[in-house]
């Protein structure tokens, strides 16, 4: 975030738009004079090529203080039901509210997912560099998926007797674009244990998202991922449980939610590249209890620590991490912030150790 | 390659993979000139090319099991390759087989 000071005569053309500079001259003639002090507003402002959001504020000299942060640049797509991307455009950056739901829940959905990387991490985006936010509604024909491309975001309606439409759960969206961060930072492979790392990555930072933004602490949060998509019929709360993998479902046509909870139900299978979406019960346990062994708001230290890994800081990670190898760089990411016998490295080793993962290089400090 | 054929083919459909996870399978049978159109599929360059798509994330995985049609027949590929003839099968299949409730998982569990 850039501070910039400016007297009201003095606004820099190049940050602030016309109509803004108008809006400023307009209320410092006579309104903020006032009451400068409840003058504080925060407008968005977005251009083609560059997104920032800027908060103007008066301060106690009379100065303007326009505050320049990171902001999205979504644009949403509708493919109207056929399976050719992106669609005709459904909802810009900066445009109001359309008549259809799912497009809006997608948009607010990046915006929730922008929210926690930039407030939260600093992270400007998917690639750190303000990368715009595409996505696709309405893919496909009763279409019970949501998945990333390596570009954009796409999402199904769902085929209405199991699931319903994918946008519902601001987890699963936060998931996707997840994918997009892990594939510019640790791009870990998508098979096997650095496939379920892959997948466990999305589902903590898709928890995240949803925590950050109903600002709910470890304690209070669901731990679900996709609450809500089922459709009434289905016997089950969301897609995984990160607190209680294997309990998500338990249903006549759907079966029973396969996740496991520890190494001890590790399972081996050629589908699904290797059990992704299966094996990723271990490590979201792991964070699980991380999280709510150091208490408080999850995104602050458990996701700060799993967000360094993701960036290399507890060494680089090998695109086919195993869980130890994953589970020895989050131990050395918490012990660079927090220190090596600090209680946040000690609940990381403790988090590995209940979920059967040995750490690799055993649990030194 | 004199193998006996069956007079009918039976096609197996398993998704895998998806945001969901879950494990889906439709088994259909064919017979007649159905099943010829099967049994040509397989010999098809529709059945032999079929790449792999390492940037999608969350993407069905799809694998199609053909017997009936002297060896048993298995392709498995992403879903942005599912197109053509070898889509319109497994639309048939999902479309006029049966789904088959709660397969379970096909893999083993392990103890590290
Ligand atoms: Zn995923």
Known sequence: MTSVNLPPTAMAPGIVPPFLLTRIARATGERLSVAPEAAAQTLRHDRPMRSARISLSIDENRTIVAEVSDAPNRTIGDARNTETLPGRTARSEGEDPVADATVNEAYDGLGATFDLYSQVYGRNSIDGKGLPLDATVHYGSDYDNAFWNGERMVFGDGDGEVFGRFTASVSVIGHELTHGVTQYTAALNYANQAGALNESISDVFGALVEQHSAQQTASAASWLIGEGLFTPSVRGVALRSMKAPGTAYDDPVLGTDPQPATMAGYVTTREDNGGVHINSGIPNRAFYLLATTLGGRAWERAGQIWYDTLLGKGGKLPAAATFARFARATVSAAGARYGGSSPEADAVRSAWTEVGVTIDGGTTR | ?112
């Open chain 2, 1 to 112: 390659m004199a193998a006996r054929r069956a007079d009918t083919v039976t096609v197996t459909i398993v998704r895998t993979g998806g945001v969901a996870g879950h494990r889906r399978q439709w088994v259909a049978t064919a017979s007649g000139s159905a099943a010829d159109l099967v049994r040509e599929l397989v010999e098809s360059d529709a059945w032999a090319g079929v790449g792999a798509d390492p940037t999608s994330r969350d993407r069905f995985v799809w694998s199609i099991v053909v017997t009936g049609v002297g060896r048993r027949r298995t392709l498995t590929m992403p879903d942005s390759h599912l197109v053509g003839p070898i889509q319109e099968l497994v639309r048939r299949v999902q479309a006029d087989g049966e789904a088959v409730a709660d397969p379970g998982w096909h893999g083993t569990a392990t103890s590290e």
